[in-house]
Nanobody, 123 residues
Framework: QVRLVESGGGLVRAGDSLRLSCAVS????????MAWFRQAPGKEREFVAG????????DYADSVKGRFTISRDNAKNTVYLKLNSLKTENKAVYYC????????????????WGQGTQVTVSS
């Protein structure tokens, strides 16, 4: 059974950094792509970044390019999202997701989801 468990969220000040982690219980063909999404209050869930276990290709939302970095540790079955230079508008629940195929930005393409971790940025 595939389970995703996120950690690393918290309350930080604008300009600070955080590193989110997502531990995956089982890697299968259905979890070949790993992605981070976020959902702010009153807004739809949006793609932040994605990567693949094999090859390590990555993709980012334009709004986070240059500030956020996705990485993975295959030996630990863990994916990370480093958030640098955080802004107040980055406040959201950040979700880890896993799916097959290519890195895509649409949430329905991902089969497995974590419970989310809250990131709050104060001014």
């Amino acid at each position: 059974q595939v389970r995703l468990v996120e950690s690393g969220g918290g309350l930080v000040r604008a300009g600070d950094s955080l590193r989110l982690s997502c531990a995956v219980s089982l890697r299968t063909g259905g979890t070949s792509v790993m992605a981070w999404f976020r959902q702010a209050p009153g807004k739809e869930r949006e793609f932040v970044a994605g990567t693949r276990w094999i090859g390590g290709s990555t993709d980012y939302a334009d709004s986070v390019k240059g500030r956020f970095t996705i990485s993975r540790d295959n030996a630990k079955n863990t994916v990370y999202l480093k958030l640098n230079s955080l802004k107040t508008e980055n406040k959201a629940v950040y979700y880890c997701a896993a799916g097959p195929g290519a890195i895509v930005t649409r949430p329905p393409s991902y089969m497995y989801w974590g419970q989310g971790t809250q990131v709050t940025v104060s001014s």
